[in-house]
């Protein structure tokens, strides 16, 4: 049974951090390219960054500069460390799994960055 586990999330002030985690298991992760993705209420779920398993690395353009995404493939983990939140930042923050056709989502973790 494949599971995706994320944390870290929760309410902070503008310009604090956060790390999320997301933790899998039931599958070959270091063979998966991971993605965070995060959504708010009305808008479509966007992706945030995403890293490949060879560890090539992309993110959208809000976030550059900011946020960093990491793998451990030893601990099936991938790690999003959020930097200088804003407000805009808040959402629901979802790890995703994929390998070709197939991909699986974690239930996801709130992020609210408000003062």
């Known amino acids: 049974q494949v599971q995706l586990v994320e944390s870290g999330g929760g309410l902070v002030q503008p310009g604090g951090f956060l790390r999320l985690s997301c933790a899998a298991s039931?599958?070959?992760?270091?063979?998966?390219?991971v993605g965070w993705y995060r959504q708010t209420p009305g808008k479509q779920r966007e992706l945030v960054a995403a890293?490949?398993?060879?560890?090539?690395?992309n993110y959208t353009d809000s976030v550059k500069g900011r946020f960093t995404i990491s793998r451990d493939n030893d601990k099936n983990t991938v790690t999003l460390q959020m930097n200088n939140l804003k407000p805009e930042d808040t959402a629901v923050y979802s790890c995703?799994?994929?390998?070709?056709?197939?991909?699986?989502w974690g239930q996801g973790t709130q992020v609210t960055v408000s003062s």
């Open positions: 039931g599958i070959i992760f270091r063979l998966y390219v």
């Open positions: 995703n799994c994929q390998l070709e056709i197939k991909y699986y």
């Open positions: 890293i490949t398993s060879g560890g090539r690395t």
